[in-house]
């Protein structure tokens, strides 16, 4: 079977390499260049999307942000999944909350600013302090300001007058500030069938509003079972196929949805090492319509992000159940370069191993490691 992904980065590339076995060959359409490209080599396949849709038998998307008259020529051959709304939806923070609204599934309080009477009203109506986001293109930590004081509200009222001004098709979401107590997501899979099957949660460590290091803990059941129901309510209201991340706010045990991601995503790489089926081959077995793998954590696993870095001291790969997973890009500061999975066969073996990694890499590039290191 031959599967294309819209954009051609790491992800297109690990689908790749868990299509393999599969006997599923994808290749990546680049929305920027026109260009299709071999996902692993990035050798030139062709060019231009009609051609790339004419050769595939499924077509699926690796990110959210792509322009509106791709999603539409791709829904319009009948082999898009999961389909042009989740993309939209993942890619429109707009969309992304009222669907939530519609599915009973709860976020945190929202309204959409426009201009500076909606700026002046979010204040008024939801109370400082406030998270403001753009409704597009927003990911990583990008486009997102925070408001705590209002005798600093008309300086930023004035830069986002300026953000908005630069784009007809932006907006903001004010959202109230959400006093969590740890930030986690779920992972899960739904098939053409309707079969859900999710990943344990994972609990995620943020460094300047980018993933540093994921764990899949064990199964906490009431928080997992509260996810799931989430999850499932989501992926039914959208009548979604393929891998879904939903990023949630952990509020004293009770969860609300921060983000959606359509697609197999970061907190889920770990995957790869502690699971039977990792979260890329679930996605291929979700769109070619065959029957979904187990998501059991078989192995307490962590992963560690590298960013801006295209090496890292080759002694780490003396550990024991240590996945080294490169990306093949140029380097570039704080880009995705590639990441590490770490696993074990016990929690304090897991802690003990991640103690050892910490010190294997350098701190200024691996910030704030010993912080999830105590979360063990």
């Not at 079977?1 to 599923?24: C, D, E, F, S």
């Not at 699926?60 to 993309?87: D, M, N, R, W, Y």
């Not at 959202?175 to 930030?183: G, L, P």
């Amino acid at each position: 079977m031959k599967v294309l992904v819209l954009g051609a980065g790491q992800l297109a590339r690990m689908m790749a390499l868990a299509g393999a076995p599969l006997n599923i060959s994808i290749s990546a359409y680049d929305v920027n260049s026109d260009n299709i490209l071999h996902p692993l080599t990035q050798q030139l396949l062709g060019n231009g999307l009609a051609q790339a849709l004419a050769d595939a038998d499924v077509v699926t998307a690796e990110f959210e942000h792509i322009p509106l008259p791709v999603l539409a020529q791709c829904q319009q051959s009948g082999k898009f999944l999961p389909g042009a709304q989740a993309i939209q939806v993942g890619g429109d923070r707009r969309l992304e909350k009222s669907l939530l609204q519609t599915a009973g599934v709860a976020t945190s309080a929202f309204t959409v600013i426009n201009n500076e009477t909606d700026f002046n009203a979010a204040i008024a109506q939801l109370g400082l302090p406030l998270v403001f986001k753009s409704a597009l293109a927003g990911y990583d930590g990008k486009g997102q300001w925070r408001l705590k004081d209002a005798a600093a509200a008309p300086a930023l009222w004035q830069e986002l007058a300026a953000f908005l001004a630069a784009d007809p098709q932006q907006a903001i979401v004010a959202e109230q500030f959400i006093r969590f107590d740890r930030e986690v997501s779920l992972v899960g899979a739904r098939n053409r069938h309707g079969e859900i099957k999710v990943y344990p949660l994972t609990e995620n460590h943020h460094v300047n509003g980018v993933l540093s290091v994921s764990l899949a803990r064990p199964v906490e059941t009431a928080l997992q079972q509260q996810a799931e129901q989430m999850f499932t309510a989501v992926a039914e209201q959208l009548n979604y196929v393929g891998v879904l991340a939903i990023e949630f706010f952990d509020v004293q045990g009770k969860l609300l949805v921060n983000e959606l991601a359509p697609r197999v995503h970061n907190s889920g790489h770990w995957t790869q090492q502690g699971a039977d089926c990792c979260q890329f081959a679930n996605h291929l077995r979700a769109v070619c319509g065959l029957p979904l793998g187990s998501t059991a954590l078989i192995r307490p696993t962590l992963m560690v992000n590298i960013l801006g870095e295209d090496q890292v001291p080759n002694s780490i790969l003396e550990l024991p159940a240590l996945g080294l997973h490169w990306y093949g890009k140029t380097k570039r500061a704080g880009r995705k370069m590639g990441h590490i999975n770490l696993s074990a066969n016990s929690t304090a073996e897991l802690k003990a191993r991640f103690a050892q990694l910490i010190d294997l890499l350098p701190a200024a590039t691996f910030p704030e490691l010993e912080q999830m290191l105590q979360q063990l």
